[in-house]
Each structure stands twice: as C-alpha cells, then as structure tokens.
T-cell receptor, first 112, second 117 residues
C-alpha cells in the first residue's frame, strides 16, 4: 500500500532559525512528489514538483530536495509569514490515475 | 493565471436540503477533482474528471453527486447530507497530459466551508 509520512507533525521556530521538514514515502511507481503550503481555512498553494532523486528546487526561503525514499523541505531564515501547514503529496501508478496521495502535513509556526 | 474559483465560500445546510458547490477554472486544464478535508487532516480525494468524464469515484456516498458540464466547470450536488459531512470541500484542476512532466501539479481553489446542521 502506498504511504506518505510527514515529520514532525508540528514545528515551532524562532524567526531566522532554519530547519527542515521531512516527507518519507513508500510507493510503487512514483510519478512526482509535490509540496504545498496551506493556510488555515484556505486551499493548498502549490510550491514545488520533484520527479527524480537528486532533484532540487528553490523558491525564496524554501528549498525542496528528493531522494529515492524521502523529500525534504528546507526553510532558511524563516519569517512569521512562513507559518502554515506544509503538505507533501505523491502521484503514483499508471497515467490513468491522476490523483494525489497526501501526507498528514507539518504545522509550522514561526515566532517573531 | 493559475486561479481556481469556488462558490460559495461558506454554506450551512440542513440534512434535508439540496445544495450545489461550484468550481471554475480557465487554465485549459482537462482534469478536475473534488477533495474533502476535515480539520487538521490532509485532503482526501472524492472524484476525478478527465475530459469531462468521471474517471475516479473513491466510493463516495450517493448523497454527493458530481457533474462536469463543460471543460471549465465542475459542480458537486449535495442532498440529504449528514453532520459528519461538514468539512472544507476543495476543487482542483490539472493538465491531463502536460507538454512536460513538470506540469502535472494540481492547482486548488480556496474551498467551500460546509456545515451540515
């Protein structure tokens, strides 16, 4: 069975304190790993897509990396506005199934 | 433009009511999705439409009835819901067969907060 596990469940950082969020996956036939940011009561906002082990993508203070078993979302010098839930999702299997399987998310709080 | 719009933003309905949720996108995407999200949980897939045809139904109860009238619109018709159906309902869209693999991502709308009383 395909599984996506995110850790930690919650993370509290001081402003400027860099850290990493983890997304480990056990799937058959990975067709893409996606990172989303979700603010309370709103829809997920797309951040990154990763496809191959060794791939890295960056956007402002965020950097996503991918290995054969896990992905990391590195947050460098976070600011309070980075506070949100970060969701990892995978797209697996045959091209006929286009749905995403989400991890349970990491709730990030950045304090000033 | 990567915008998916959903209406209404909030909906309160009784268990005997019939209501509809609406979703619209103008990105030329031919795959559209309905997800259900409970508080502090990840989104759970309900339905997938591909080229306006239902391709996935994740064993959703028949009190939820999806409809895709054209390539830009997606509806979710609600009837005889239960209080446990209260949740954030999210619509998303994506390419079916993108020109490059880096374009398989799904774009989500802001959601409809549904409360069943």
């Amino acid at each position: 069975e395909d599984q996506v596990t995110q850790s930690p469940e919650a993370l509290r950082l001081q402003e400027g304190e860099s850290s990493s969020l983890n997304c480990s996956y056990t799937v058959s036939g990975l067709r893409g790993l996606f990172w989303y940011r979700q603010d309370p009561g709103k829809g997920p906002e797309f951040l990154f897509t990763l496809y191959s082990a060794g791939e890295e993508k960056e956007k402002e203070r965020l950097k996503a990396t991918l290995t054969k078993k896990e992905s990391f979302l590195h947050i460098t010098a976070p600011k309070p506005e980075d506070s949100a839930t970060y969701l990892c999702a995978v797209r697996v299997g045959a091209t006929g199934r286009r749905a995403l399987t989400f991890g349970s998310g990491t709730r990030l709080q950045v304090q000033p | 433009d990567t915008e998916v719009t959903q209406t209404p933003k909030h909906l309160v309905m009784g268990m005997t009511n019939k209501k509809s949720l609406k979703c619209e996108q103008h990105m030329g995407h031919r795959a559209m999705y309905w997800y259900k999200q409970k508080a502090k949980k990840p989104p759970e897939l309900m339905f997938v439409y591909s080229y306006e045809k239902l391709s996935i139904n994740e064993s959703v109860p028949s009190r939820f009835s999806p409809e895709c009238p054209n390539s830009s619109l997606l509806n979710l018709h609600l009837h005889a819901l239960q209080p446990e159906d209260s949740a954030l309902y999210l619509c998303a869209s994506s390419q079916v067969v993108p020109p490059t693999r880096d374009q398989y991502e799904q774009y989500f709308g802001p959601g409809t907060r549904l409360t069943v009383t």
